[in-house]
């Protein structure tokens, strides 16, 4: 892991700037202590890291639990007790991951992970164009499309048109800017700019701005648009922000109903981050889920153990880590020692970062996962991959990312027994003669129940005095809901004068007497 250190120190400094402010405004939005937020970052960063498989996520509290953790705290009656359903979630995890159940995220279809990634980049987009411009009306953690405030993505974007503030927007273009030149330009002019990277570079820009302007009315940046962290006065007050689970309230049927809520959710996250993180990388490693999963729930037991939010995988922090060319697992590590140190040494310091230059991070961040370019890409590979990934995209831009991926998935599998529905077999008309019809009807390799209404549809469409060669030699497994249907036909084509030739691997038959018989016969496909 050390071997590449030179990519993944430069990655672990932006994946850093990207983690701080969601960890703390996925705790705002969460209903819980601002510093539960960073304890789930910490261990997601390095206990997670350490243990998981994967070279390139990155772990940590997960927007898509906040609204999760804010009405579970308050069924739970406190987050003491909270922390226990978080515990018990991690071991349910551990399960999981025993019972080899990640095997589950390689059955969602690739439109759905394009379109998740592409959805998220959009989202990220449109929540940190407030932020941008110095509207801080909802935390950064706040990924819904109905924020805290009940207000939609949208009257937000419009509300932030009447509260622009100068300062922030000013150090918000310049930030963005650098970003840009970094990135296109100076990247590629010398080591140096490969080793230190925009972000950093943006940062201290944004701490100086704001210590030269501190006493400019119009420049100031304000107390509200900037990092937050919490400052202890002392050791005693430091130790005072962890909280304990209080496990006397274990039995209780809520708790375990909130544990196993978190479990799924939180193991459906990540296996849908691991696979779309897995896609974005550009060495193509492959994550090992059931490992992941173990990893996953050794995390969330210990964050519920010290305080912390529940953790998952998350394709925020993974994909900025990609982007910024994180090679290995130790940025990911190394970006939560980052967390550790500078909360315990530096958090004055890090409350002079404007929010703005950090929207502008994650706005780069968004776009490269949003690119224009995909949505052609996936409109040039037909319908069958555009119309889940549009949904996807709409999804969780609308609703949220569970929603999101649920539609994506519904309309992936009505795509899939469409296609089912056409490809169950081949039908040629061969010629005309002698006043009979004489058609040709090959069956695929598997034809199932979904495959019902194709072929009763084409039984009933053939004309009186037809000859119908039926093919099954390619077929390895028929549903005993179509062998029903022809010993139907079978009984129908008599009346209608149709000849039926069976064509099978036993040999053929002329009108056979029963399908059923026929079939029960037929030798199993080795």
């Not at 999804?395 to 994506?408: P, Q, S």
């Amino acid at each position: 892991m050390f071997k590449t250190i030179k990519n993944d120190l430069p990655a672990s400094i932006v994946v850093f700037f990207v983690a701080l402010p969601l960890c703390l405004g996925i705790a705002l939005a969460s209903g819980a202590p601002l510093f539960s937020g960073l304890i789930a970052g910490i261990i997601g960063g390095v206990v997670v890291g350490a243990l998981s498989g994967s070279k390139i996520g990155v772990s940590g509290p997960a927007a898509g639990l906040a609204a999760i953790v804010l009405t579970a705290i308050g069924t739970l009656g406190g987050y003491q007790n909270f922390l226990v359903a978080v515990v018990l979630g991690g071991a349910i995890q551990l399960l999981f991951g025993v019972l080899k159940a990640g095997i589950i995220g390689y059955y969602f279809p690739s439109s759905v992970i394009k379109g998740m990634l592409t959805g998220i980049g959009i989202i990220i987009i449109l929540k940190q164009i407030p932020h941008f411009f110095g509207y801080d009306a909802n935390p950064e953690g706040d990924l819904f499309f109905f924020e805290v405030d009940s207000k939609g993505t949208f009257s937000e974007l419009i509300g932030t048109i009447n509260h622009i503030k100068l300062g922030s927007a000013l150090i918000g273009i310049i930030g963005l800017a650098i970003l840009i030149l970094w990135d296109k330009v100076l990247s590629k002019k010398g080591k140096i700019f490969q080793l230190i990277q925009g972000p950093l570079v943006a940062v201290v820009v944004g701490i100086i701005f704001y210590v030269i302007t501190l006493s400019n009315e119009v420049l100031a940046i304000t107390p509200s648009h900037l990092v937050s962290v919490p400052v202890p006065e002392d050791a005693s007050s430091f130790f005072g922000q962890f909280s304990f689970p209080n496990f006397s309230v274990i039995t209780k049927p809520e708790v375990w109903i909130v544990a196993f809520t978190i479990a799924l959710v939180a193991s459906l996250e990540t296996l849908l981050c691991v696979e779309a993180t897995d896609k974005l990388d550009p060495n193509k490693n492959v994550t090992p889920t059931n490992r992941e999963l173990l990893a996953q729930g050794t995390g969330n037991i210990l964050s519920g153990l010290v305080g912390g939010l529940p953790i998952t995988q998350v394709i925020v922090r993974s994909s900025a880590n990609i982007q910024s060319g994180g090679v290995s697992k130790m940025s990911a590590i190394i970006h939560g020692f980052f967390l550790i140190i500078s909360v315990i040494l530096i958090p004055k310091l890090l409350n002079m970062i404007p929010l703005s230059v950090l929207a502008a991070v994650l706005l780069v961040v968004g776009y490269k996962l949003a690119k224009p370019s995909l949505f052609k890409k996936m409109f040039d590979l037909g319908w069958k991959q555009f119309i889940p990934f549009t949904v996807t995209v709409l999804g969780i831009v609308f609703i949220d990312l569970l929603y999101g991926i649920g539609l994506g998935l519904g309309v992936g599998i009505i795509v899939i027994l469409i296609k089912s529905y056409q490809n169950s077999h081949f039908l040629h008309i061969e010629d005309k003669s002698n006043g009979k019809h004489k058609i040709k009807m090959t069956f695929a390799e598997e034809v199932t129940f979904f495959n019902k209404g194709a072929i009763l549809k084409e039984l009933d469409s053939l004309p009186r005095d037809t000859y119908l060669e039926l093919d099954v030699r390619k077929t390895r497994y028929l549903d005993n809901d179509i062998i029903e249907i022809l010993e139907d036909f079978a009984f129908k084509a008599n009346e209608r004068n149709i000849d039926i030739k069976l064509i099978s691997e036993r040999g053929m038959v002329e009108n056979p007497s029963s399908f059923i018989e026929f079939f029960k016969l037929r030798p199993k496909a080795t």
